[in-house]
């Protein structure tokens, strides 16, 4: 979650300062300050609900019509139309194969039981 800090002062009664800090969120599509009305948090991020889009085709998504690969967020026909077809969801980006992934590192010769 995006957050910036923002000192400011007061003084009180008596002359003396007070310091606080406040805690301000950042739309992570837009980089603007997130009021709590228009916050929607998704993926551990910050967005404004008129900010969060799929990456393909910029349509408004909510929570229950996304899907995310890598940090992106699409809508789901988008999602199912990229990387769907090729049945490996990793190699639409270039990233290694599920296959590779999934194998062993070093196979260990077992001698047999007697």
Known sequence: VQSTFSSQENET?????LHFKSLRETCYACVKTVYPLERLAVLQHVYHK????CCHCSARLSLSNYASLHGNVYCKP????????????????G??????????????????VL
């Open 78 to 93: 988008h999602f199912n139309q990229l990387f769907k077809s090729k049945g490996n969801y990793d190699e639409g980006f």
């Open 50 to 53: 008129s900010c969060f889009k």
């Open 95 to 112: 990233h290694r194969p599920h296959k590779e992934l999934w194998e062993p590192k070093e196979t260990i010769a077992q001698s047999p």
């Open 13 to 17: 009664m008596n002359g003396s300062t």
